[in-house]
């Protein structure tokens, strides 16, 4: 089955209303969704998480959730539908959205040698950034911005107090300069203002902590 986890959704701590848990009804329509959809190049699957500053890699691994993969169109619909959107997740939880089972965490041994283009930008845009971004990656439509040999591996949308951060992870570090992917955003969201953007290697963050197998 293409969506994973549906047994154990249990509410996440201190995420504002309305809950992760879904109603029957909802795993009901998930299961349809999958079974009958129109099928997307590869799975992708949806994370939660809570960032907390100075945890290590494992005690943050320790936090994260995975909440559903799917394999079609209509899943997809189906799970971005029935969750909190962005805008109701309370400061220091991010949304991610991976390519098959990857986690979103740097060591991991299908990220270790990649990095992502982290945006911020005002709470206002949020929710039209991150959906325009899902739909994009979904669609593989961020992946003709990039160099061969390079891949994108997921989505994240992390809230904080003032701007939040919405990042594009890749798995080819060396690649990223030759890529237009911020032209492809602007393009995708052109009235929306980022108040920073930039690219960065996860090798070169001073927390990464080297490989890790999955």
Not at 10 to 30: D, G, M, N, Q, W
Not at 113 to 122: A, E, L, S, V, Y
Not at 158 to 164: G, Y
Request: hydrophobic share 35%; proline share 5%.
């Amino acid at each position: 089955m293409a969506v994973s986890s549906v047994k154990n959704l249990a509410a996440p701590e201190k995420v504002a209303t309305p809950s992760p848990k879904l109603a029957r009804s909802a795993i009901s329509e998930i299961h349809a969704s999958e079974e009958n959809g129109v099928p997307l190049n590869t799975p992708w699957t949806f994370y939660l998480d809570k960032s907390i500053p100075g945890t290590s890699a494992a005690e943050y691994e320790a936090c994260l959730r995975k909440l559903y993969t799917v394999s079609t169109v209509q899943g997809f619909w189906s799970v971005y539908n029935n969750i909190p959107d962005v805008s109701k997740l309370n400061s220091r939880y991010s949304y991610h959205l991976m390519r098959h089972e990857r986690r979103p965490i740097w060591e991991d041994a299908a990220n270790c040698n990649g990095g992502n283009w982290r945006m911020k930008c005002h709470k206002w845009d949020t929710p039209q950034v991150w959906k325009e971004l899902l739909l994009a990656a979904i669609g593989e439509h961020l992946s003709d911005f990039l160099q061969e040999g390079d891949e994108i591996s997921g989505i994240s949308v992390s809230i904080r107090e003032r701007d939040d951060i919405v990042t594009i992870w890749n798995t080819n570090s060396g690649l990223a300069e030759q890529s237009n992917i911020l032209e492809k955003v602007k393009e995708l969201v052109p009235k929306v203002t980022f108040t920073a953007s930039f690219y960065k290697a996860f090798q070169t963050h001073q927390a990464f902590e080297g490989y890790k197998k999955n």
